[in-house]
């Protein structure tokens, strides 16, 4: 019955509706008539008002299905849109980051100015390196300015970088860097996370041993202690980036790679995403302007994510720097050194918008309303949520606790292939409605497709599908033509598959439901089932793995294995240790399980399938870090019944 009331509570808080306030709508960068623009007149205006470009564009895209091509004959330099167009307009003394390090007291506050000055160092240290256009870089940090710094000098030089988030084991660097054949590591001696420091040097070292393509390691001096350097191939960041003197921005077609972003997908190898220079610059840039009505001279602009991740890239570095914000970044963890340290430095900046994720507002609202109550926070005049679908509870308690209740929230969809954001309201005309992202951003074709492809209309759900290419679309998967086309545009001829679950309400406003298929989202982060399952597997005593999600009320989903050990082991509560800590090791802390059941048998099909749903099921109803599972002959007489019955039906 517990369930059915919950139903009916959610239900409830659902139906409620938020007008934008007429303050916010009467000023806000999109008005109602952005929605009636035609698709190629408002990508057009979109790619010269956003961006300022070496030679003009001369034809929008061009579109041969499952490739796009944005803004063609176009020239342009990313980092000289991201910093010497605000410098040469005089707008160099506008802070673009107020750095907060997570150590008590420890800030510094950027200028367009200084970082293009920082930028210009290291990007004349690259070169002297032998960096140049098409030499790809690896970049392995936490967040500090420099990672933005790094990003940018590599933009400046042509040179393609691949971002590795700091929370990645060695393993999962070497493989990205060995994909890339980056041939220059960008990282730091260790970096600062909840009090401790993590040893991104360390790991860094041991995934450039495996990476031969690899041949110059800079090192950013954070913590300043004692770190392993080697002669000739590792340099210190302070002591290569010196050379001050101009380093021109290399002219970039609109085609020309700008980075790869590795993320999971159904397989144990991760997609490199790749998104090039023009569309992504402006998509990312028009996507920031529009939805978080961003006014330069007015504004201090916080996303709280990192720079490892794809909404790092589009609005923590390229969006919010291409339109001149001045942006937060903070370092360390909400929580430390205590649960009110976001709204202490919400407070400290001003800031006005607040940019995160769903999992983070649950985290806050299990801590309580009392620590953001302590600051100050109505300069907050705008929040957003992205990464998963947001909970109406917490949409609620993002609004009154943060928002006040005047600010309006834009919960926004899109993924690492999309590059920007796809589906959102605009905050200055949408009503919203607590868990909904709304609506298509105008230039953007989203569409709900039955199993046979035909389009569902409102008061339908389905598959996700985007008909029409977009700016900062993926322009591929690194290397891997045939995986591109399986994964994306097998299903439905023509049309992009997102992967995720939705339906249409009556207003024809989008609801997000989720992954269709083995990837789990877990505090916003993707991961792949069986990238787990194989790193449990490579576990000298495990004999097979098979991974689910279940609901859990903070992270959004929590990863259960169910592991077989060979020799008909048993499982003990040492065991589940070292299995999660290897796949620590194998992926990130990350992708460790939250539950190892283990099990004899793994349920499967008389043809030999692991009958995942299943799985799913006897997770869901397993108590997190529950040690009594273990082996506990209840699952396993539920897993023995239950495959019992499936075998049945399968017959
Ligand atoms: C999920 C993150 C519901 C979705 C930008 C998508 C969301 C995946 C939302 C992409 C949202 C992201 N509502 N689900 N507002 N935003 N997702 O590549 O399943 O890390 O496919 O990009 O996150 O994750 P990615």
Not at 163 to 185: K, N, P, T, Y
Not at 288 to 313: M, P
Not at 498 to 522: H, K, P, S
Request: with cysteine.
């Amino acid at each position: 019955m517990e369930t059915s009331s919950q139903e009916i509570n959610t239900y409830q808080l659902e139906e409620r509706r938020y007008p934008p306030p007429p303050e916010f709508a009467a000023r806000a960068n999109a008005q109602r008539d952005i929605y009636d623009r035609d698709f190629d007149e408002f990508w057009e205006t979109e790619g010269r008002e956003r961006v300022a470009w070496f030679e003009p564009f001369t034809k929008l895209y061009e579109w041969e299905p499952p490739y796009a091509k944005w803004y063609l004959g176009g020239k342009l330099n990313v980092a000289w849109n991201c910093l010497d167009k605000h410098v040469e307009a005089g707008r160099g003394d506008q802070v673009a980051y107020y750095w907060e390090g997570e150590p008590d007291g420890d800030r510094r506050a950027l200028t367009y100015s200084d970082l293009l000055r920082e930028v210009t160092k290291l990007a004349n240290a690259l070169k002297s390196l032998g960096v140049g256009k098409g030499t790809p870089v690896g970049i392995y940090m936490g967040m500090v300015p420099e990672a933005p710094v790094a990003m940018l000098a590599c933009a400046r030089l042509g040179a393609p970088h691949t971002v590795i988030f700091g929370g990645f084991s060695a393993d999962s660097l070497a493989g990205r860097l060995h994909d890339m054949e980056c041939e220059v590591l960008i990282t730091q001696d260790e970096a600062w996370r909840r009090g401790t420091t993590v040893p991104l040097k360390r790991v860094a070292d041991e995934a450039v041993g495996e990476s031969p393509t690899v041949q110059n390691v800079v090192v950013l001096q954070r913590t300043g202690n004692d770190v392993p350097m080697t002669e000739g191939r590792d340099h210190w960041w302070h002591e290569l980036a010196t050379d001050e003197s101009e380093c021109p921005a290399e002219p970039m077609d609109s085609e020309d790679l700008l980075y790869l972003l590795y993320t999971s997908g159904t397989t144990a190898k991760p997609k490199g995403i790749v998104h090039t220079t023009g569309g992504y610059l402006v998509g990312a840039a028009s996507t920031h302007y529009y939805i978080f009505d961003l006014k330069r001279d007015e504004d201090v602009y916080w996303c709280a994510a990192d720079v490892g991740w794809v909404t790092g890239h589009s609005y923590i570095v390229y969006g919010p720097l291409c339109n001149g914000a001045t942006s937060v970044m903070y370092e360390g963890t909400p929580d430390y050194p205590d649960k009110d340290r976001w709204w202490e430095i919400i407070e400290r900046y001003g800031v006005t918008i607040l940019y995160t994720a769903p999992t983070a507002i649950r985290s806050h609202m299990k801590w309580g309303p009392e620590h953001a109550q302590k600051h100050d926070l109505s300069t907050l005049r705008l929040l957003g949520s992205v990464g998963e679908p947001i909970n109406p509870e917490a949409w609620i308690w993002y609004h009154e606790h943060i928002g006040g209740e005047r600010c309006p929230i834009v919960d926004t969809w899109w993924q690492t292939e999309t590059g920007m954001i796809m589906i959102t309201p605009l905050p200055g005309i949408t009503t919203t409605k607590p868990g909904s992202a709304t609506k298509p951003f105008p230039g953007v074709d989203v569409a709900v497709f039955n199993e046979e492809g035909a389009e569902v209309g409102p008061g339908g759900g389905g598959y996700l599908v985007l008909r029409k290419p977009w700016p900062a679309m993926l322009r591929g998967l690194y290397k891997e033509d045939e995986r591109y086309r399986e994964t994306y545009w097998s299903k439905y001829p023509n049309v992009y598959l997102a992967g995720d679950g939705a339906r249409i309400d009556e207003d024809g406003d989008f609801w997000l439901l989720g992954r269709v298929d083995d990837v789990m989202n877990v505090s916003g982060h993707r991961i792949s089932t069986i990238e787990v399952e194989s790193a449990l597997v490579d576990h000298k005593e495990v004999a097979e793995a098979a991974v689910a999600a279940r609901f859990d009320a903070t992270t959004g989903q929590a990863i259960v294995a169910f592991v077989t050990l060979k020799g008909g082991a048993e499982g003990s509560v040492e065991k589940l240790e070292e299995l999660r800590n290897h796949v620590a090791i194998k992926i990130g802390a990350i992708a460790k399980p939250a539950n190892i059941v283990f099990t004899p048998e793994l349920p499967k099909t008389r043809s030999g399938k692991i009958m995942r749903r299943l799985l799913r099921d006897v997770a869901e109803n397993r108590p997190l870090g529950d040690t009594t599972t273990l082996a506990d002959p209840t699952v396993v007489d539920e897993l023995r019944s239950r495959e019992a019955e499936e075998q049945s039906k399968e017959d």
